[in-house]
């Protein structure tokens, strides 16, 4: 309500969360010819958790020899709902596999800033695997410059209510926090294309390229960090 806009496209939160940020960052194909012991994501917007259980059912699904071990996912979000509308809200999508819902709800964090971590773990094939959700409520500007990633982040979702109705979380700033924490080829995808996003991503150092979008929206942003 603060920024007067809807969390998800009206043609499917879960279609758009696999189209625009699990696709748009080529994650299946990275997940399951990984050479590495975990990966990175980082999202500017939380909301409804769409984007994490969407990821978290895709990266279940991946190729059990080839994918990392360890997920890390790194989410910002100011206005988080309390549990019980929270928990409402996110049944009322069909996600593949509900245990990653059901482990969220059962250790939902208190609703005071700062970082929360939540740890999700199962097992294929003998092999054992870890999703590390760290939940950043506040301020992305306060928090983005205080994160620590030694190895960087390997892909990275930009999502949010529109520039219109919260420029500040499309703003140069962000994306110049963003490439601090990016090392190259850190992808990054986005639904939205407007000119002043484009221009702040190219500023740092973002090669960038529209192609299709998601539903209404016709175009959508990827791109890598040089």
Not at 2 to 15: E, K, P, R
Not at 113 to 142: A, P
Not at 207 to 220: R, T
Request: a positive charge; proline letters at 4%; aromatic letters at 14%.
């Amino acid at each position: 309500e603060n920024f007067g806009d809807i969390y998800h496209s009206s043609g499917g939160a879960i279609l758009q969360a696999k189209h625009v940020f699990i696709n748009g960052n080529d994650l299946e194909n990275r997940w399951n010819s990984a050479n590495c012991q975990q990966f990175t994501i980082l999202e500017t917007g939380f909301g409804l958790a769409n984007n994490f259980l969407t990821t978290c059912d895709v990266f279940y699904d991946c190729d059990v020899k080839n994918k990392p071990k360890v997920l890390n996912f790194i989410s910002f979000e100011l206005y988080v709902l309390p549990l019980n509308i929270f928990k409402n809200l996110v049944q009322k999508q069909c996600y593949k596999y509900n245990f990653f819902a059901e482990k969220l709800f059962q250790n939902y964090p208190p609703l005071t800033s700062g970082i929360h971590k939540l740890e999700f773990y199962f097992e294929q094939q003998n092999q054992k695997y870890q999703i590390n959700l760290y939940l950043v409520l506040g301020e992305i500007t306060t928090f983005l410059p205080k994160i620590d990633i030694p190895l960087g982040v390997d892909a990275i979702y930009l999502d949010g209510f529109s520039p219109s109705k919260n420029p500040e979380i499309w703003s140069e700033k962000i994306m110049f926090g963003l490439k601090r924490i990016s090392k190259k080829n850190t992808t990054i995808a986005t639904w939205c294309v407007a000119g002043e996003v484009r221009k702040n991503l190219i500023a740092a150092e973002f090669e960038v390229q529209k192609v299709s979008g998601f539903a209404k929206k016709k175009q959508m942003l990827i791109g890598k960090f040089k």
